[in-house]
């Protein structure tokens, strides 16, 4: 199709460093674009929250059924690894923004700088989130070996949850807190991978130039994605780790 | 005709953006001052801090209140700054606190269930007494 | 402009066919891999034509095995999951996407003056993300199949030994789909429209699409995550629907229908949308009160996340929930009043048209009535309780989401049809088929209504005989449903092969979408338009355009 209405919008580059950016044909400035691309990524945030959403009305459900369980439950996470964690991720958070902010002003490698270590953020809190899976199936609070293993009608008794310390013998139905605390976690966790690997792409994109003051939106949207997964765990924290 | 009215303007756009050196060709946006994002990190950190500190006292039913206020108020933080929402375009925010406002929908009827269904449960054991005198209208007209 | 003249024979190229969405390309690949909206609308319509008639013949074999007070057809654990198929592919993979993914993929730009939606990637991931849902939802048959309603409530869905996880994995990835199509469509609304184009300029049809594209983003998300909690209980015992384990099915219920009960909206809104573009169109006549239906199709959107709760009167909920509920039902009787006094306003004194995708419009009104009608019946508390769960429920949902909906789904099919392929159908046969699907349908479902009120519970795959004179009338309607469907099939691909022309503008539009070439240009406009005028100002119609075929 040539149209001699449709010659291409291009930003041009900032510098010999970077990559001029082609606004894609069905749009008419790069404003447009711009504006459209970020409308869609907002609400594609507010899905998350949403989804996230329905997790947090269950723990507020059954924090309200089971408010011992839930106490007790929470006293056997290690507070002290979540405020690290929590610390992780609010730092790893302003690097991002930071990372953003250079982006925004053609500094390639502060941005990737700030990348690398919204990266080390990432991988630090999954490393710390493992020594705490790690301590909860030692206890037997969740047997990961037998997390598939189902429950057994006859006994009662459900497969991952042993609890060998007997910590939860006194309250009603003790695994429900470790229940939804590892499918909150979980499902926070793979959004801090899915996070990561977003980050090691606009990384490479940054290598190559191709975002720079005229064109930061990948950067700009993978920061939301970021600030959101630290926006839930800022949830987590005193939900969890603190059972109000 | 329009056509090219609407493209050149768009290209004229660009254009004036490399002029300036970059930066506007993507319509109104701001960079962040890097002092207000450490600020911004700093209260975070330090309302961390406050969570913890306050999770040593018992103020009974409202352990969860303030809990979820401090979280609230470092979750504004981070919307507000370190996402930009603050310089953001209104539909951008209508959007994104929508989320919330919808999902408080979710939380306000499923909890006010569970809730009332505990006076559902007062409400019956208190009447079981006059249950068990009531006699069905049939019974009484035999009389 | 003299209207004596064609305007065909003033253009010097008639030898050649002009370029358009359909023959700029071949090829497989062209299709498979296309970012165009048009052809991944017709797509969708295949697909979910496909899904369609699927789900009917579920139906179908389900009307058969009731043809007997013990069933005829299959045994007893057969026909739990041929019903809970039917529900599942029409709801899921037909009724839900049907009319955003087809018809609204095909129009909406077209009336906003886009050259495309705003993400084109996004909309094919949303294809295919529809396309593996099915598949998976295809693949819990093979699997053993899946037998509890497609409502999967707890704890039985927990319990059962069937492929529960396959389907529910399924309907995660169909919902996000539909939250893709939704979140393209809120964008495309909001930053493509044509210059001129207004708010209170858009076609009513988009106001429709974007009202639903809200509840698809704000209440989807919600199903994704419940149908993942179900697949949790089953594969971890998490516990929180599990009664065993201390967890509360009504919570899944909760769950299920703050999505599911929007659901409807999602449903029913663009079948909305439609019906307001053909009243108008077919009456040549503006649309009735305007604004109001453009604010009762946000006013629908929002209530439609207040009154979840009246699907669960007999769940175990607690009295003031079930009051709240209820009371706040009745508030979406009023939106939905507006709009069906504003479509028969609309007619009123109108040039009307008896075409078929008229004639489709017309059978909607009568049937959106009764089905409206007796969901406020439905709505109030103590006369839901009689009447939950049984053949009542069942008469009244399929005159929304069949008898509405999908009639709807075929006026738009028909009016839009000549200007997707340039072709027209058989007139008179589209009027015979819409003859046969309005009395085949009504037949179906008045005696569900009469029996329902007596008690006969859904789902049942044996009854006692005192109902046998019921379901034999309705298996007989259903057949003349079926019947009048498969001619509709016929037609429709028949005129493919005919390749009789349309006109350039088959019926008289003046919305954007009949202002481009029929079938449209790759790019939808060949200059950019900009909107100068009201909606639907009938002054402004170029009559040459009705009698111009299609070259």
Redesign the interface.
């Known amino acids: 199709m040539s149209?001699d209405?449709?010659?291409s919008?291009?930003?041009?580059a900032?510098g010999p460093e970077f990559v001029p950016h082609t606004?894609a044909h069905h749009f008419?400035?790069?404003?447009q674009e711009?504006?459209s691309m970020?409308?869609g990524f907002?609400?594609f945030?507010?899905?998350e929250?949403?989804l996230f959403?329905?997790l947090?009305?269950a723990y507020?459900?059954f924090?309200?059924?089971f408010p011992e369980t839930f106490r007790v439950g929470g006293a056997q996470l290690d507070?002290r690894l979540g405020?690290v964690n929590?610390?992780v991720l609010?730092?790893s958070?302003?690097t991002?923004?930071?990372g953003v902010?250079c982006a925004?002003?053609?500094q390639k490698q502060k941005t990737l700088m700030f990348c690398a270590l919204t990266l080390v953020g990432a991988v630090a809190f999954m490393v710390i989130k493992f020594f705490e899976y790690k301590a909860k199936n030692d206890h037997g609070l969740v047997v990961f070996s037998e997390l598939f293993s189902g429950y057994n009608e006859a006994t009662g008794q459900l497969a991952w949850f042993k609890d060998y310390d007997g910590v939860m013998a006194n309250v009603p139905h003790g695994h429900m807190f470790f229940a939804i605390y590892l499918t909150m976690t979980a499902i926070h966790g793979l959004h801090v991978v899915i996070g990561a690997g977003l980050i090691i792409w606009i990384m490479k994109g940054t290598a190559k130039g191709r975002f720079?003051?005229?064109?930061?939106?990948p950067v700009?949207l993978v920061?939301?994605y970021w600030?959101l997964v630290?926006?839930i765990w800022?949830?987590l924290?005193?939900?969890l780790y603190?059972v109000? | 005709?329009?056509?090219?009215t609407?493209?050149d303007?768009?290209?004229a756009?660009?254009d004036a953006?490399?002029d300036h050196?970059?930066?506007l060709?993507?319509?109104h946006?701001h960079?962040?001052s890097?002092a207000m994002?450490?600020n911004?990190?700093a209260i975070?950190?330090v309302l961390?801090i406050v969570?913890?500190a306050v999770?040593r006292f018992d103020f009974g039913g409202a352990?969860?209140l303030?809990?979820?206020g401090?979280?609230s108020v470092?979750?504004s933080l981070?919307?507000a700054?370190?996402?930009?929402m603050k310089w953001?375009?209104a539909?951008?925010k209508i959007?994104?606190l929508?989320?919330?406002l919808?999902?408080s929908?979710?939380?306000i009827?499923?909890?006010?269930?569970?809730?009332?269904?505990r006076?559902?449960h007062e409400m019956h054991t208190t009447r079981t007494p006059v249950d068990k005198q009531w006699v069905h209208p049939s019974t009484l007209e035999k009389h | 402009m003299s209207t004596n003249v064609p305007v065909i024979d003033a253009h010097p190229t008639i030898s050649e066919p002009p370029k358009n969405y359909l023959n700029c390309s071949r090829g497989f690949m062209s299709w498979a891999g296309t970012l165009d909206h048009k052809r991944i609308g017709i797509m969708y319509l295949i697909g979910v034509s496909a899904a369609f008639l699927a789900g009917g013949v579920f139906a179908l074999l389900v009307r058969l095995h009731l043809w007997e007070p013990h069933g005829m057809l299959f045994t007893n654990e057969t026909y739990n999951q041929i019903f809970t198929l039917h529900g599942a592919f029409m709801v899921f993979i037909f009724v839900i996407p049907a009319i955003p993914g087809s018809l609204g993929n095909m129009v909406l730009p077209l009336m906003l003056g886009a050259k495309d939606v705003a993400l084109p990637r996004l909309n094919l991931l949303s294809f295919y993300l529809w396309c593996g849902g099915t598949l998976l939802a295809t693949l819990a048959i093979v699997l053993g199949g899946f037998d509890t309603g497609w409502t999967f409530y707890a704890p039985y869905s927990l319990y059962t030994d069937q492929a529960v996880v396959s389907i529910g994995l399924g309907i995660f990835l169909l919902g996000f789909s539909s939250i893709f199509t939704g979140l393209n469509f809120i964008v495309t609304t909001?930053k493509l429209r044509a210059?001129g184009l207004t708010w209170f300029r858009m076609p009513l049809f988009v106001w429709a699409i974007y009202a639903t594209a809200i509840l698809q983003v704000?209440?989807t998300p919600?199903l994704g995550i419940t149908v993942l909690l179900v697949a949790f209980e089953r594969l971890y015992n998490i516990g929180i629907f599990d009664p065993r384990l201390g967890g509360d099915p009504?919570?899944f219920e909760?769950?299920f229908w703050?999505y599911s009960h929007p659901a409807v909206y999602i449903m029913v809104l663009p079948a909305f949308g439609i019906i307001s573009e053909l009243v108008t169109v077919h009456s040549r006549k503006p649309l009735f009160g305007y604004k109001l239906m453009a604010f009762s199709a946000l006013a629908i959107a929002i209530i439609s996340?207040?009154v979840?709760?009246h699907h669960m009167f007999t769940s175990?909920?607690?009295?003031?929930?079930m009051f709240?509920?209820s009371f706040l039902t009745f508030f979406v009787a009023i939106p939905t009043a507006i709009k069906e006094f504003s479509w028969v306003a609309t007619i009123w004194k109108g040039s009307i048209a008896l075409n078929s995708p008229m004639l489709y419009t017309l059978a909607f009104l009568i049937i959106f009535a009764i089905g409206g009608l007796t969901g406020v019946i439905l709505g109030a508390l103590n006369v839901d309780l009689h009447l939950h769960d049984t053949y009542f429920v069942v008469a009244h949902f399929h005159y929304v989401m069949m008898g509405s909906i999908a009639l709807a789904f075929f006026a738009g099919l028909h009016h839009w049809w000549p200007k997707m392929f340039g072709i027209m159908y058989d007139e008179t046969l589209a009027k015979i088929a819409c003859a046969l699907i309005f009395i085949g349908f009504n037949a179906t479902f008045i005696p569900q209504f009469i029996m329902g009120s007596q008690g006969m519970p859904r789902r049942y795959a044996t009854y006692v005989p005192e109902f046998e004179g019921y379901h034999h009338a309705s298996t007989i309607g259903a057949v003349i449903l079926g019947s009048g469907v498969a001619l509709m099939v016929y037609y429709l691909l028949a005129s493919l092969l005919i390749r009789k022309p349309a006109m350039q503008n088959q019926w008289g539009g003046v919305t954007l979408d009949w202002l481009t070439p029929t079938p449209p240009p790759l790019e939808n406009f060949a200059?950019?338009?900009?909107v100068t005028t009201e909606v639907y100002d009938y002054s402004t119609l170029d009559y040459e355009s009705l009698r111009t075929p299609v070259r």
């Open positions: 149209h209405g449709h010659h919008i291009v930003i041009p900032p606004v008419d400035s790069p404003v711009f504006q970020k409308l907002w609400l945030l507010a899905t929250i949403l959403g329905g947090f009305a507020f459900y924090h309200e059924a507070w405020a929590t610390t609010l730092v958070s302003w991002m923004a930071m902010r925004q002003t053609s720079h003051a005229g064109y930061y939106l700009d920061g939301l600030h630290d926006l800022i949830f924290f005193p939900l603190l109000p | 005709m329009s056509a090219h609407h493209n303007h768009g290209h756009h660009a953006g490399h050196g970059g930066g060709q993507m319509g946006h960079v962040s890097a994002f450490f911004v990190l975070l950190l961390t969570t913890v999770s352990n969860m303030i809990a979820m401090i979280a470092k979750a981070v919307i700054i370190f996402m930009h953001d375009t539909i951008n959007v994104f929508s989320s919330f919808f999902l929908l979710l939380f009827f499923t909890l006010a269930d569970q809730a009332t269904r006076v559902d | 909001h210059p704000l209440a919600v009504v919570l909760h769950f703050f996340f207040l979840w709760g175990g909920q607690s009295t003031f929930a709240a509920f200059t950019p338009p900009s």
